[in-house]
């Protein structure tokens, strides 16, 4: 057993927050988004802690990051979420090229510096990287590289990354408290039997126990699980769905579950569909969760696999929802709870290690960036 490390003000205080913003946002690469999301000319807007930005490809297809702000006045460029076409102000029209640059301008005799030098008007931009289809930003100037950044993690970004094409299922969803506590609730399974014993303790194919999965705790930030698949249900599946479904490209035998810290979880069950979750602190006491389930390619599906397929999906789409509003109304009521709480909290050896983990890693950050 520890002593939590993040203290409950640190959950409830808006202050607390602008200084989380500030120090471990900024220092952080975020999660933004999907690489094939953006193909074809998209942008994207997004928030990250307080500022808001444009994600995009050049023309090389290199993913960008610029503030979402007009070098006009001030407009912002578009709303969050996935946009066609290039960007465009709302206000009186300038277009920017997919390098930042305003390059369409009505009335453009009356701006003939801009006009003359379009490139000293271009949009600020900010460091952004990709581990496979993964997009990252890092708003502060200074720090280390993606690869750096996420150690072993971009390694199992990028094999993830192979095959992805598709988003079969995606939200955008409130829950009512902190994003710590909607982060800490998905790295523990000792809350499963109490709070989804309607939905994950009637699912099939996992080894029972707390025993079963095993932590990786092996770097300072970021955690993972590996959680093996039972091996009746597996050889069962091998033997009945496996060859209708086809190949697909990296294949294991287990659940797995990463925290690519400090906001970023990737789940799969066996390779062939992945759960990509982005938990945005939009305050102290709530977050909203940007989920998005991403299929990968198959090799020699039969018309069998395709309908079977559908069947997963769905279920597993039926199934996150259920899970997801669980989850929701537990965070609640932890954040009522924390609006009250004065000891820290009590987390216990093994169940909760990736818990404990994620307290350390979140102390050493803002530590790290105090100094
Ligand atoms: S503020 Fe954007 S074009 Fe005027
Ligand atoms: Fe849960």
């Known amino acids: 057993m520890t002593t939590g490390l993040i203290l409950p003000d640190f959950y409830r205080n808006p202050a607390h927050l602008v200084h989380e913003y500030n120090a471990l946002f900024k220092a952080a690469w975020n999660f933004v ?55 465009r102000c709302p206000y009186h029209s300038w277009t920017y090229d997919r390098e930042g640059i305003p390059i369409g301008i009505p009335q453009q005799q009356a701006f003939p510096e801009v006009v003359a030098n379009p490139a000293a008007y271009r949009l600020q931009e900010f460091a952004c990287e990709a581990a496979g289809q993964f997009i990252f930003v890092r708003l502060s100037e200074n720090g ?6 996420l150690g072993e993690e971009f390694d199992f970004l990028c094999r993830a990354s192979t095959g992805m094409n598709s988003v079969h299922d995606e939200f955008r969803q409130d829950v009512e408290a902190n994003w710590k506590v909607v982060i800490e609730n998905s790295l523990e399974g000792y809350h499963v039997p109490a709070v989804h014993n ?8 996992m080894q029972r126990g707390y025993e079963a999965p095993i932590d990786h705790l092996e770097h300072p930030l970021h955690s993972h699980i590996v959680h093996p698949a039972d ?9 009945r769905v496996e060859p209708k479904l086809g190949k697909w490209h ?3 035998a287990h659940y797995t579950h990463h925290l690519i810290f400090p906001n970023l979880t990737v789940t799969s069950f ?39 397929l559908e069947h997963i999906y769905s279920d597993s789409k039926q199934f996150t929802e259920r899970v997801f509003a669980e989850d929701g109304q537990i965070c609640k009521a932890v954040q ?35 100094a």
Request: glycine content about 10%; charged content about 20%.
């Open 33 to 87: 988004g999907m690489r094939f999301e953006l193909e074809g000319g998209h942008h994207r807007g997004v928030k990250v802690a307080d500022t808001n930005l444009i994600i995009q490809l050049d023309k090389l297809g290199k993913p960008r990051a610029y503030r979402n702000v007009c070098s006009h006045r001030h407009a912002q460029l578009c709303d969050q979420g996935l946009h066609n076409g290039p960007v």
């Open 144 to 149: 280390p590289s993606l690869q750096d950044y």
């Open 198 to 205: 309607k939905t994950f303790m009637q699912v099939e194919g």
């Open 231 to 239: 091996p009746e249900w597996l050889a069962s599946f091998e033997r």
């Open 250 to 252: 990296w294949r294991f």
């Open 270 to 308: 066996m390779g062939y569909s992945y759960h990509v979750q982005r938990f945005e602190p939009t305050a102290i006491d709530r977050t909203t969760v940007h989920s998005r389930s991403i299929g990968v390619g198959f090799e020699g599906q039969s018309a069998v696999g395709t309908k079977m």
């Open 336 to 370: 009522l709870g924390l609006s009250s709480a004065v000891n820290p909290a009590v987390i216990g050896h093994g169940i909760e290690s990736r818990v404990a983990h994620f307290h350390r890693a979140y102390q050493a950050m803002l530590q790290a960036e105090a």
